[in-house]
């Protein structure tokens, strides 16, 4: 099998001071990168505001990441593009195309790229629209959830997301429910290909749950919530609905604007004591809190498929979900977790039917069985060289 150099483009991607912030992005291009006769370059723009806003303390991790660094085996550059304020993203993916057009001549100069993968439809996948056009080598482009339920429906920003789809020499969705909302807005089903995400089977597995209780200093039931603290997430949900079910503590997992507004929701509730706000856990601590849970209850409004569900089941937790993205698929029939309505009462009884009648470890286990990294890479390696034929 021929050579095949991918350039990876990723506003998703991890740092030193955000080692969560698009983890699965770097964990897929890792696996990619491993295969024999595959080479991978990943370009991780950082989006700063224009001067003197870029100089506010919030940006400071942003300012000082290194141009360039070799990360988990990986060599990254991390050119700078101007994000505006307040523009709704009209003008973010050709800044983004602008700003690191130089570095993407230069380093196809040096070694012709085959394909440019990019991980998110917006802005990354727009502006992989303009440097395909401008390299000449064709471009593939990954939905993962808000970069189609959010961007592609944006006035700002749905052209260019459409635009995208449209040019792309293929494309990849989460789920085939993503797949699907593609294809309502108008890209071409044809060119779609189905990629799951992968899981790490052997650090995410089921444990000795009451010596993980034990090692967090907990007891009685746990839900773990696991996601970043926005209303989309549905933590709030969560809080109203321990408040029927005695007993039970609740694992506020992930960072987010909403942190204040869920401490004093839990205070108001007099749940204060029965909900511990984690933070940003790393994700390799992740297995220990999850395996610590008797459930893992995620009540969104929408995702693609959630890597947290899978993750979850993989540690022999069940999840409480609701129908949204690829909730069934993941499911598909398994007792290895509840669907419900999103709404206090439903969550709060999806959580009591598995507490009272907790499914088997290998029962729940089972469905993330198909999630490997082995098979994650694989797909993707396939799916970028058929692009690569389509010059």
């Known amino acids: 099998m021929p050579p095949l ?6 506003t998703l991607f991890p740092t030193d001071a955000q080692p969560n912030f698009g983890i699965f992005v770097e964990r897929q291009t890792r696996a990619l990168a491993a295969r024999d006769g595959v080479t991978v370059t990943v370009i991780a723009p950082v989006g700063l505001p224009p001067f003197p806003l870029d100089r506010l303390s919030h940006y400071a991790a942003r300012r000082d990441l290194p141009p360039m660094q070799e990360r988990n085996g990986l060599t990254v550059y991390r050119p700078r593009f101007t994000v505006l304020p307040g523009t709704g993203g009209r003008w973010a993916a050709p800044l983004l195309a602008r700003a690191i057009a130089p570095l993407v001549r230069r380093l196809h100069a040096e070694t012709p790229f085959d394909v440019l993968d990019a991980s998110f439809f917006f802005p990354d996948g727009a502006a992989a629209a303009r440097l395909s ?13 808000a970069d189609i339920h959010y961007w592609g429906t944006q006035s700002a920003t749905r052209n260019a997301v459409l635009q ?3 040019m792309a020499a293929g494309m990849l969705a989460v789920s085939a429910a993503m797949r699907a909302s593609m294809m309502a ?3 071409p089903g044809e060119h779609i ?3 799951y995400t992968g899981v790490d089977l052997d650090r995410f597995a089921p444990g000795d749950r009451a010596a993980a209780k034990a090692a967090k200093g907990l007891s009685g039931p746990v839900i773990a919530t696991i996601g970043a603290l926005i209303p989309r997430k549905g933590q709030a949900l969560v809080i109203d609905a321990l408040a029927a079910l005695p007993g039970a503590t609740l694992l506020l997992v992930g960072e987010g604007p909403d942190r204040d507004a869920l401490a004093v929701q839990a205070a108001r509730l007099g749940l204060s004591y029965r909900v511990r706000l984690l933070g940003s856990v790393p994700h390799a601590d992740l297995p220990g809190w999850l395996g610590a849970a008797d459930v893992m209850c995620l009540p969104s409004s929408s995702e693609g498929l959630a890597n947290a569900w899978v993750e979850a089941l993989a540690c022999g937790t ?3 979900i609701t ?3 690829g909730a069934r698929e993941l499911l598909d029939g398994s007792k290895a977790g509840r669907i419900v309505a999103r709404e206090p009462g439903a969550i709060a009884e999806g959580i009591r039917v598995l507490l009272a009648d907790p499914p088997a470890r290998d029962i729940v286990r089972a469905p993330a069985l198909r999630f490997t990294w082995e098979a994650n890479a694989t797909a993707l390696e396939a799916h970028l060289r058929v692009c690569a034929s389509r010059v």
């Open 318 to 320: 069940p999840v409480v």
């Open 133 to 145: 056009a401008m390299l000449g080598i064709p471009f593939s482009v990954k939905a993962r959830g």
């Open 193 to 195: 290909g189905v990629h």
């Open 323 to 325: 129908d949204v993205g």
């Open 185 to 187: 807005l108008g890209m």
């Open 164 to 166: 995208a789809g449209r």
């Open 5 to 10: 150099n991918v350039l990876t483009l990723s």
